[in-house]
């Protein structure tokens, strides 16, 4: 029987697979379900600093209505609604850990600078394995240089490794000119992994109703390949541990991830389309094809891989796809 037990952010994971960050991750029932089915590990449901300013912002219109001047009251409120949240965070892990001790990844995203480190620490407080920071931001206004976005992204890298013990890893956009010198530079920084990709949410255009509605939502079989690319160019041109997100739909995507070198693989939208127990059908294929390949361990397959991609950065490059379409007129 072949040994998928493997470790990522230095936590010892059963095996490589992943629930990603969503709302499969963000109630106890949901994650104990996950946990019975088999997954190594779980990334917790963002923590959105959003959320929390505009819960904040109802309730205070409904409080006080446009007189905001008792700045007291405000700042006490403030804190409370923190805590609130926090508090809810807390508990869903006091619930997971009282039926498991599965690695637990907490995920936050946040909208101003200052607020990133007093999350990372409360929940580390919270006894979460590692910390997951979703750089969840479109660069959306026009007269801010990629060099401010990026020097921003560093500096809460930065400071939250000030504050934090526990490993930490990076979520990541695949949009950037000059990705792979951003992986290498948090790789620099200290960070323990870092996530290739997220996936933002897109608006869409209602026709009938003349309105904005979200566009797809869940990804698609077709969706890992930019995924698989950057694993393979990154794997050996950076120390920390990478982890795969993105179009991860069956054991044959599964695999192709952990031969590019992924240390983890993180599902999502195959799990809300296919249901729970699909992380049973992941296992079982990743099996078959380590067994059908004489692979024993994860390690086997991330050999297997290197020696498949024997100058794989070249081969994952546009000169393939110039070659592949110049034979194919
Ligand atoms: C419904 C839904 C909710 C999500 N919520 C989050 C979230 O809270 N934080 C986050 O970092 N990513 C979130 N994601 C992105 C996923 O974690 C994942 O990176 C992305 O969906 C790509 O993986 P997939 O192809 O397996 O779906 C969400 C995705 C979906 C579909």
Known sequence: MS??????LGLQL??????????LSGTADSILNLVDKGVGGVVLKSLFEEEIIMEYEKNVKEKLG????????????DYQLKENKLKGYRQLIEEIRAHSDVPLIASINCYSPGEWFSYAKI??????NALELNLYRIPSKINVEAVDI?????????????????????????????????????DMLGVDGVVLFNRYYSPDFDLENDRIISGPIYSSAGDYTNTLRWMAMLKDQVTCDLSASGGVHSADT???MLLAGANSVQVVSALYKNGAGFVRDLISGLQTWMERKNLTSIEDIHKLGRSMMPNHAEMFERVQFMKYFGEHN
């Open 123 to 128: 929940l580390e407080d919270s006894g979460v």
């Open 14 to 23: 059963d095996n490589p697979i992943l629930v990603g960050s969503s709302g």
């Open 3 to 8: 040994e998928l037990k493997t470790k990522y």
């Open 66 to 77: 446009n007189s905001d001047n008792n700045l007291e009251f405000l700042d006490y409120f």
């Open 254 to 256: 599964l695999f192709k």
């Open 150 to 186: 990026l020097k921003n992204y560093f500096d809460i890298v930065k400071r939250v490794k000030e504050y934090v013990t526990i490993p930490v890893s990076v979520k990541i956009s695949p949009y950037f000119t000059d990705l792979g010198n951003v992986v290498s530079k948090f």
